[in-house]
């Protein structure tokens, strides 16, 4: 064979091995559809949840945990996202998200929002009964969410404030584990105030109990000996009401 027949079929040759190649590559391409990117997914999911949250949640953290490793979903043109049982803006919530055109599929992917706190809490071990100073206190960022019922703050509130029992360190305060100071002690001077119907009136009584803000004792008038039952103000005052 010449020279200019082998050149002139590794040039054929070149060319049809193209149009293989070619014809290969758009086999594939055909075989494996589009596939929708785990990250709009979780983008949508995110928009949605943040969208119903309420202001006090605006810079909450959300965490969208899916699609699982290994799943694919066709691409979608029109993806939207919506609550799966009730809408949960604190801790954990499911969100469905269905895809409505051109092919219809739908998954569901577990969200939690993070909203950090501040709180109260201990700063050592303390004892049942324990006055609250401010070396007790030191202030943390803790997940709403995971914070118990009631939890106490400011810590300059709390001064004053006594345990109600132990708690150990770094425990977040509530306000069911305080109480006030006693205000009044049995046997000691109190100053008694009457009012109402615009009177007010203020005279010299003896504690028959001790109390604290916002509790019931019994002041005897030591003048005329009468007992009288009134509330202990922040003052450390003996309120009785005029009738």
């Not at 949960?88 to 569901?108: D, I, M």
């Not at 046997?187 to 119907?197: D, F, I, N």
Request: proline share 8%; net charge positive.
């Amino acid at each position: 064979m010449s020279r200019f027949c082998r050149v002139l079929s590794l040039r054929r040759g070149s060319r049809l091995a193209a149009v293989v190649l070619s014809a290969v590559y758009a086999a594939a391409s055909w075989a494996v559809p589009a596939t929708e990117s785990p990250q709009t997914i979780r983008a949508v999911v995110e928009a949605f949840v943040r969208a119903g949250l309420p202001p006090a949640l605006a810079q909450a953290r959300i965490d969208v945990q899916g699609p699982a490793p290994g799943l694919r979903f066709p691409r979608c043109d029109d993806l939207r996202a919506q609550a799966f049982g009730s809408p949960n803006p604190y801790g954990a919530q499911t969100v469905e998200v269905r895809c409505h055109a051109p092919k219809a599929w739908s998954l569901y992917l577990p969200v939690r929002v993070d909203q950090q706190q501040e709180v109260v809490v201990a700063a050592r071990a303390l004892p049942a009964g324990h006055v609250l100073t401010a070396s007790d206190l030191t202030t943390l960022r803790r997940d709403a969410a995971q914070l118990p019922p009631g939890a106490a703050g400011p810590a300059q509130a709390l001064v004053g404030q006594v345990l109600r029992y132990g708690v150990a360190a770094g425990q977040t305060l509530t306000q069911a584990m305080l109480t006030g100071p006693v205000l009044v002690h049995y046997g000691q001077p109190v100053s008694l105030v009457a009012q109402g119907m615009g009177v007010r009136l203020v005279a010299l009584g003896q504690a028959m109990g001790d109390g604290r803000e916002g509790q019931s004792v019994l002041v005897r008038n030591p003048q005329s000996g009468r007992v009288v039952s009134g509330v202990v103000d922040a003052q450390g005052q003996v309120v009785v009401p005029l009738n």
